[in-house]
């Protein structure tokens, strides 16, 4: 057997996984190696020149360009005949690149039409962003192509391919490496515009390359040339450029287009349709070099306008002379999404009316912006002027689309002048898109001369007018006025100033507001607001007869500018000063005079408040005009008014109450007349301020006091008085007037409550001047206690005093003189004198004449008969009375209880002199008499007078304690000034005798009287008619020898009578001499 040597070494083992690798490693390398020698060979033939792939392409054609709807079935698919691909090594800044070339490109549509084609179409891509998916292009050429682009509702613009997906991602392109762009023969057609317009762009040539701004620099600059035609709708025109670097190292392009005529744009701007002008445009666009690309920097456009029309349908054509404007726009940054500025200058326009007068219109504006692309910030500032113009012819030359309400107004009303020059400055902003842009401001200016303009037609024009048009602010335009004149039928209306304004200026109506300050006279502004389209007076015009006067008046009518305005949209808004307005026939045939006040009116009503004279009496008045129609009770005028009355103003107003009242009578009235002509007249006086004088009643002034009446018109006629009513302290009178021929007639009182005066009374007015009134009353009580008591007699004079103290000069005043005359006639069963003193059954009759009683006759039967006469015979009225009972008498009234019996007369007469008024009632003059009285008891005497009359032993057995007997008493009197002045007084019987004389005071019943008191009268008092020494004697008329004196003081109330019994010792003129 034979063993191995274990030390002997054997044959060499891999191990197993090293195998592995081996195999692994070779099948990996040899594709590698494969695919690098296709590479290498690839590239070889690349490097020598354009290698064909037409065949290798067709395992791909068609490609799918454009996604549909549903996967599998694409929008659009790419064609070719013949595909060849060629490399370019890079040069200077400029990459390698791929260049691509195609021969009968075409681009199909899902159901096989073609959309789009190219005879010829090379393009180098740029090799390190075709690694990324990014198409970035070197050179681009193409000849004989057919482009259709259609604009999609969200603005992007697309291939016209129908149901393609809009996903919103396209295949990401480069442009910036385009340096060769060799275009020929290539139209562009653009669908989707609006009103389904196509635009054309095309046979479109172009030849340009980037080039370097210098030989070694990186940045480049377009140079080169392209033209183009242009079709939109009828509008033709061809446009040329070219461009290239200039001396500064910028890139500067210059395009122009040929004339053409505006209206060919109708299809895209419809308003230019009616523009025949022919128009020249040329384009200068500065660029600036970053790289390969060509950032934009400057655009000025220029526009030239030559002759032509702009046809408006409702208004005269346009005549355009000729025209330019220059608009400049300046990048901030360099390209295009940067802020920017737009500058418009040299903006003019010469337009000319029918006439060939020329007017040259001109305008600049800046504009800046934040960002062109994504703009949200923008501010605009515009300025535009014209020279002059002629507003004859004002519509030639306004378009009839600009603020249509203006210039309607404008045309029609301003129908003569000359205007200019004009300027307007337009200021806009926003901070939140170009939706959001809003006017900040507006200004204008426009200057008019010797104008005619027409406020409302058919009312007469103003002319001469000097006006100037301002635009102030953002809603509205005025016209200021001056100096114009308004001629009408009855005078001339002056127009100091005055404004028109325009407002809603671009709202679809503007609205009209005028106001005018005018002067003139009452007729002349009588013409103009009775005008029918005011509609103020022309359906209700004023009564008034011969106005006169002068007006200052503002006047606002406010109206829309539309062709057809209706009566109610026009509004109208008066305010008036006026002053010496004289009015006729404003209250029952009276006049207004020397009127002043305000006047305010719209086309719903006026209101005028004032003062004058109404027929001599000062009159502040309301006056409210209601213009609206209505119901036949509708109130169509409200006249309220009130009026100070003194006696001399009623005389010459003729009121017929002059003779009432002393003082001032606050009158205050309302008169309301409707729509069926029928109107009512309520009057109401506060007589608190007046002194009342009447036969029945006075009134002191400061009293409160008033009176009313209701007066019935029937158009112009008065056809009832009534509710006439009289209220106060103790007052209360109800009656009503009698009217004849639509004149008060009479007042017939139905009941009146005067104090405690009672009953009615039939009252006449005058019928003619110089005619009395005639009072006829029948009461059931009478008071005439007012006139007969001190308090009221001093409290009246008093009231006198200071009536006096108020005049501005002193002077002696007559009284009466304005009092009328009356007749007055009384039947009562009562009558008082005092508190609860009356007499019965009492019959007057009475003539008063100027406040005085002239003529009388009283009667009355209890407490004791009493008959009065007063006649009047020249500057002398006799008077008499007399009683049966002088004594019943005085006690019934109240006055004195001592007297029992004692008939009595009083025989004298009133003198009228120069000692005046007697102080009485009724202005009665200086009174002389004499009082007789037959026996009569005076009761309960002094102690004194009983004792006296006990000094006689004849007549004890006749004397008593209780009474006096006096057999026969006489005196004289006078009454004058309020003194009662008893002389040659004398009181006797056969035991007793006594004398008196001394003045009584009216006015408070004072007594001062003095005499003596005659014991043994019969013997004593014989002396006395001893011829030459009697009178020494016994110097009283009616005394004696010894006599004891005697003095009455106090009132007729409380007299206070002392009397000196140590008298007796001295006898005759000792006596009177130490009296």
């Known amino acids: 057997?034979?063993?191995?040597?274990?030390?002997?070494?054997?044959?060499?083992?891999?191990?197993?996984?090293?195998?592995?690798?081996?195999?692994?490693?070779?099948?990996?390398?040899?594709?590698?190696?494969?695919?690098?020698?296709?590479?290498?060979?690839?590239?070889?033939?690349?490097?020598?020149?354009?290698?064909?792939?037409?065949?290798?392409?067709?395992?791909?054609?068609?490609?799918?360009?454009?996604?549909?709807?549903?996967?599998?079935?694409?929008?659009?698919?790419?064609?070719?005949?013949?595909?060849?691909?060629?490399?370019?090594?890079?040069?200077?800044?400029?990459?390698?690149?791929?260049?691509?070339?195609?021969?009968?490109?075409?681009?199909?549509?899902?159901?096989?039409?073609?959309?789009?084609?190219?005879?010829?179409?090379?393009?180098?891509?740029?090799?390190?962003?075709?690694?990324?998916?990014?198409?970035?292009?070197?050179?681009?050429?193409?000849?004989?192509?057919?482009?259709?682009?259609?604009?999609?509702?969200?603005?992007?613009?697309?291939?016209?391919?129908?149901?393609?997906?809009?996903?919103?991602?396209?295949?990401?392109?480069?442009?910036?490496?385009?340096?060769?762009?060799?275009?020929?023969?290539?139209?562009?057609?653009?669908?989707?515009?609006?009103?389904?317009?196509?635009?054309?762009?095309?046979?479109?040539?172009?030849?340009?390359?980037?080039?370097?701004?210098?030989?070694?620099?990186?940045?480049?600059?377009?140079?080169?040339?392209?033209?183009?035609?242009?079709?939109?709708?009828?509008?033709?025109?061809?446009?040329?450029?070219?461009?290239?670097?200039?001396?500064?190292?910028?890139?500067?392009?210059?395009?122009?287009?040929?004339?053409?005529?505006?209206?060919?744009?109708?299809?895209?701007?419809?308003?230019?349709?009616?523009?025949?002008?022919?128009?020249?445009?040329?384009?200068?666009?500065?660029?600036?070099?970053?790289?390969?690309?060509?950032?934009?920097?400057?655009?000025?456009?220029?526009?030239?306008?030559?002759?032509?029309?702009?046809?408006?349908?409702?208004?005269?054509?346009?005549?355009?002379?000729?025209?330019?404007?220059?608009?400049?726009?300046?990048?901030?940054?360099?390209?295009?999404?940067?802020?920017?500025?737009?500058?418009?200058?040299?903006?003019?326009?010469?337009?000319?009316?029918?006439?060939?007068?020329?007017?040259?219109?001109?305008?600049?504006?800046?504009?800046?912006?934040?960002?062109?692309v994504h703009l949200r910030s923008m501010d605009i500032d515009a300025r535009a002027g014209l020279d002059q113009f002629d507003f004859a012819t004002l519509g030639d030359i306004w378009p009839a689309s600009l603020v249509k309400g203006a210039r309607r107004?404008?045309?029609?009303?301003?129908?003569?002048?000359?205007?200019?020059?004009?300027?307007?400055?337009?200021?806009?902003?926003?901070?939140?898109?170009?939706?959001?842009?809003?006017?900040?401001?507006?200004?204008?200016?426009?200057?008019?001369?010797?104008?005619?303009?027409?406020?409302?037609?058919?009312?007469?024009?103003?002319?001469?007018?000097?006006?100037?048009?301002?635009?102030?602010?953002?809603?509205?335009?005025?016209?200021?006025?001056?100096?114009?004149?308004?001629?009408?039928?009855?005078?001339?209306?002056?127009?100091?100033?005055?404004?028109?304004?325009?407002?809603?200026?671009?709202?679809?109506?503007?609205?009209?507001?005028?106001?005018?300050?005018?002067?003139?006279?009452?007729?002349?502004?009588?013409?103009?607001?009775?005008?029918?389209?005011?509609?103020?007076?022309?359906?209700?015009?004023?009564?008034?007869?011969?106005?006169?006067?002068?007006?200052?008046?503002?006047?606002?009518?406010?109206?829309?500018?539309?062709?057809?305005?209706?009566?109610?949209?026009?509004?109208?808004?008066?305010?008036?000063?006026?002053?010496?307005?004289?009015?006729g026939n404003v209250v029952l045939g009276r006049p207004l005079d020397q009127a002043s006040g305000h006047l305010s009116a719209t086309e719903k009503g006026m209101t005028v408040w004032g003062e004058g004279l109404l027929s001599g009496v000062p009159v502040h008045a309301i006056v409210e005009e209601n213009f609206s129609k209505g119901a036949p009770s509708q109130i169509m005028q409200n006249i309220r008014a009130t009026a100070r009355v003194d006696p001399q103003s009623a005389a010459k107003a003729r009121l017929g109450i002059e003779s009432l009242f002393k003082g001032q009578a606050e009158f205050s009235g309302q008169y309301i007349q409707r729509a069926n002509a029928r109107a009512d007249l309520q009057v109401t006086a506060d007589l608190q301020s007046a002194k009342l004088v009447s036969p029945l009643w006075v009134k002191p002034q400061g009293e409160k006091a008033n009176i009313s009446g209701h007066m019935v018109f029937q158009g112009h006629t008065v056809v009832a008085l009534k509710e006439l009513q009289a209220h106060g302290r103790e007052l209360n009178v109800l009656g009503e007037g009698e009217l004849q021929q639509g004149r008060l007639a009479a007042i017939d009182v139905n009941n009146f409550q005067i104090g405690r005066n009672l009953g009615t009374a039939h009252i006449v007015l005058p019928h003619m001047m110089g005619d009395p009134y005639r009072v006829e009353i029948n009461a059931q009580q009478v008071d005439l206690a007012p006139v007969f008591d001190q308090s009221t007699r001093k409290a009246l004079y008093r009231s006198e005093e200071a009536e006096e103290a108020k005049l501005s000069t002193p002077r002696k005043r007559d009284k009466n003189k304005h009092q009328p005359d009356w007749r007055v006639s009384v039947q009562t069963p009562r009558v008082y004198y005092g508190p609860k003193a009356f007499v019965s059954d009492v019959v007057s009759d009475a003539d008063f004449h100027q406040g005085r009683l002239l003529w009388g006759q009283l009667d009355w039967s209890a407490p004791s008969r009493v008959h009065m006469t007063l006649d009047h015979i020249q500057n002398s009225q006799p008077f008499k009375a007399d009683t049966d009972n002088l004594g019943a008498l005085l006690q019934g009234l109240g006055l004195y209880s001592h007297l029992k019996g004692g008939e009595t007369h009083l025989v004298g007469r009133f003198v009228k002199d120069e000692r005046g008024e007697a102080g009485l009632v009724f202005g009665l003059p200086t009174f002389e008499g004499h009082l007789s009285i037959k026996p009569f008891q005076y009761l309960h005497p002094p102690f004194s007078v009983t004792m006296a009359a006990n000094l006689s032993p004849l007549h004890w057995f006749h004397s008593h304690t209780d009474h006096f007997d006096v057999q026969h008493t006489s005196m004289d009197m006078t009454v004058s000034k309020g003194v009662l002045t008893l002389k040659n007084g004398s009181v006797s019987n056969d035991a007793l005798g006594g004398t008196v004389e001394g003045p009584i005071t009216l006015k408070d019943a004072g007594l001062n009287l003095k005499g003596t008191i005659v014991p043994l009268f019969g013997l004593n008092a014989w002396p006395r008619k001893i011829p030459l020494v009697g009178h020494f004697l016994a110097p009283e008329k009616g005394g004696g020898v010894f006599s004891a004196t005697y003095r009455v003081r106090g009132t007729l109330g409380e007299p206070d009578l002392s009397v000196n019994p140590f008298s007796l010792l001295l006898p005759g003129v000792l006596r009177k001499m130490v009296q």
Request: hydrophobic share 40%; proline share 6%.
């Open 409 to 583: 107004w404008s045309v029609e009303n301003i129908t003569q002048g000359r205007g200019g020059p004009m300027r307007v400055h337009v200021h806009a902003q926003t901070n939140s898109g170009i939706n959001n842009i809003r006017l900040t401001q507006l200004d204008g200016e426009l200057l008019g001369h010797d104008l005619t303009v027409h406020g409302l037609r058919p009312l007469p024009p103003f002319t001469g007018a000097e006006a100037i048009l301002k635009i102030a602010d953002l809603n509205g335009l005025s016209i200021l006025l001056q100096h114009a004149e308004q001629q009408t039928a009855h005078g001339l209306i002056k127009l100091p100033d005055g404004d028109v304004r325009i407002e809603n200026l671009f709202g679809k109506t503007q609205i009209g507001i005028i106001r005018l300050h005018l002067t003139g006279s009452v007729p002349a502004f009588n013409d103009i607001l009775s005008a029918p389209r005011l509609h103020l007076l022309s359906r209700h015009p004023l009564p008034f007869t011969k106005p006169s006067g002068l007006l200052d008046v503002n006047n606002e009518i406010s109206l829309p500018l539309s062709s057809h305005v209706q009566n109610q949209d026009i509004h109208v808004h008066t305010q008036a000063v006026f002053s010496q307005v004289h009015l």
């Open 1 to 372: 057997m034979v063993q191995h040597n274990p030390f002997k070494p054997g044959p060499l083992h891999w191990p197993k996984h090293i195998h592995v690798a081996r195999w692994i490693g070779i099948a990996l390398f040899t594709p590698v190696a494969l695919t690098g020698a296709v590479a290498t060979f690839l590239l070889w033939k690349l490097d020598a020149g354009p290698l064909d792939i037409t065949a290798v392409s067709r395992w791909v054609e068609p490609i799918s360009v454009v996604s549909g709807k549903h996967p599998g079935f694409p929008a659009g698919r790419l064609t070719w005949k013949k595909l060849k691909i060629e490399w370019q090594p890079s040069s200077g800044s400029i990459s390698a690149g791929l260049m691509l070339e195609a021969h009968h490109l075409m681009v199909e549509r899902l159901d096989g039409t073609i959309a789009e084609q190219a005879g010829e179409a090379d393009t180098v891509l740029a090799l390190a962003p075709l690694l990324h998916g990014v198409i970035a292009p070197r050179r681009l050429r193409m000849r004989d192509a057919s482009i259709v682009l259609r604009r999609q509702k969200n603005g992007e613009i697309e291939l016209d391919l129908p149901f393609q997906r809009h996903s919103g991602h396209g295949m990401p392109t480069d442009l910036g490496r385009l340096a060769d762009l060799d275009i020929n023969n290539v139209s562009l057609t653009l669908l989707g515009l609006p009103n389904k317009q196509v635009a054309f762009l095309g046979p479109i040539e172009a030849h340009a390359q980037n080039l370097p701004v210098s030989s070694h620099s990186e940045n480049y600059l377009w140079n080169g040339w392209w033209r183009a035609g242009l079709k939109l709708g009828g509008f033709h025109t061809i446009l040329t450029a070219n461009g290239g670097q200039n001396n500064s190292g910028r890139g500067v392009w210059n395009i122009a287009s040929t004339t053409n005529d505006l209206s060919g744009l109708d299809d895209v701007v419809p308003a230019l349709q009616k523009w025949h002008i022919r128009a020249d445009t040329d384009l200068i666009l500065t660029v600036l070099p970053y790289g390969m690309q060509n950032k934009l920097s400057d655009i000025v456009l220029n526009t030239t306008l030559k002759d032509g029309t702009i046809i408006q349908k409702s208004a005269p054509d346009i005549h355009v002379h000729r025209g330019s404007v220059t608009i400049h726009l300046h990048m901030n940054t360099p390209g295009v999404t940067g802020g920017a500025w737009i500058d418009v200058s040299k903006a003019n326009l010469v337009v000319a009316d029918h006439r060939g007068a020329e007017t040259h219109v001109g305008g600049a504006a800046h504009l800046t912006v934040n960002n062109l």
